[in-house]
């Protein structure tokens, strides 16, 4: 998988260097967005799980969304998580929180209970050492970076390594993504999720 990863490197290289090459500072990398929120509390009892960040637009203003979920560590197979309860939102370009908004699973469109937690039956985390796991959360920010750019500034544009580059998106994010969560995700960042499958056909 590692070298897989290695090998659509070049590819992804290229179209940060010939498509964005007058632009490609215009927004912060993703890999900073989790740290301008701060350093987050261990996920104890009474501590927060944070979401990987969620590309969104809302009123034709393209933002950068982060979920925070009430979670707790026990030992059980699977982590303990709740619905999130907060999004923060962040400007692309600046990084600098826009607002904090309190959230319930019917701003998501989804019926769970908040007093619940929430079902996660497959965890292909556990899989990843800690090691691989944070490798490949860095490309999937390496990605993130060059897709977002292209979904906000010439989001028509196609081309084979683009089309590689989406398709390893998918890959990782279904690989480090918190299963119980890709609905809010999906529901979050609708918009730019459908832009990347269909980019990735």
Known sequence: MLLMVAGLAG??????????????KRFKSFAEFPKLLGE???????G???????????????????????????????PIMW???????????????????????????????????LKWEEDKQADISVESFLDLEDRLFALYDVLFEIWATNPSTRSSAL????????????QISEPPLRPYYDALGREYFEWVRALAK
Request: glycine content about 4%; overall charge positive; some cysteine.
């Open 11 to 24: 590819g992804a290289s290229i179209i940060r260097s010939k498509s964005m090459e007058n632009s490609k």
């Open 40 to 46: 987050q509390d261990p996920p104890l009892d009474g």
């Open 48 to 78: 927060e799980r944070r979401s990987l960040p969620v590309p969104a637009r809302r009123q034709n203003q393209f933002l950068i969304a982060i979920m925070s979920c009430p979670a707790s560590i026990r030992p059980d197979p699977v």
């Open 83 to 117: 619905p999130p309860s907060e999004v923060a939102w962040l400007d692309p370009t600046s990084g600098k929180l826009i607002t904090s908004v309190k959230v319930s699973p019917a701003d998501f469109g989804q019926t769970h209970s908040v007093n619940k937690p």
């Open 163 to 174: 089309q590689s580059a989406a398709r390893e998106f998918l890959k990782i994010f279904d």
